[in-house]
């Protein structure tokens, strides 16, 4: 859990100093980042981009109901959205609402033209839209019980 918790605070740091960190050696560290990769429990090693400063300051969150409810259906609409480089989180929600997504995006014209796709594609009941006004706390990180040591 203390390796998991240094690579989700910093992921490009060196195996060295997570061994330290954790009171390893490096061979047996780095062994251990290996099995925890190969047992999916670490699914990818990316950086994380600051959406504004590349011109995608926008988060909207999508709420979609449908009265479609197959497999079939899913499936088609699972493959549509997963397609869509715009749908950074998708999921299938209990309750109210069927699906939510996250749409990152430059601006309003670029979400319309994300949602007038999306309606012209897909038979849905209906689509409600939430832009996020502030963000005021995004992780990426699971709440482990144990916090580095630093």
């Not at 981009?49 to 979609?64: E, N, R, T, W, Y």
Request: some cysteine.
């Amino acid at each position: 859990m203390k390796i998991l918790a240094l690579l989700q605070e910093d992921a490009a740091q060196p195996i060295a100093d997570i061994a330290r960190k954790v009171g390893l050696s490096v061979t047996p560290c780095w062994r251990r980042i290996q099995k925890l990769q190969e047992d999916g429990v670490i699914r990818a090693r990316v950086a994380l981009l600051d959406g504004p400063k590349i011109g995608f300051a926008m988060s909207v969150f999508v709420a979609i109901k449908t009265d479609q409810h197959n497999a079939h259906w899913l499936a088609e609409f699972a493959t549509r959205i997963s397609k869509r480089r715009e749908v950074v989180e998708f999921y299938r929600m209990s309750g109210e609402v069927d699906y939510l997504l996250r749409v990152v995006v430059s601006d309003i014209a670029a979400y319309d033209r994300f949602y007038k796709e999306l309606i012209s594609e897909v038979k849905l009941t209906d689509v409600s839209s939430s832009f996020a006004m502030e963000e005021i706390k995004y992780t990426t990180a699971l709440p482990l019980a144990t916090e580095p040591q630093t």
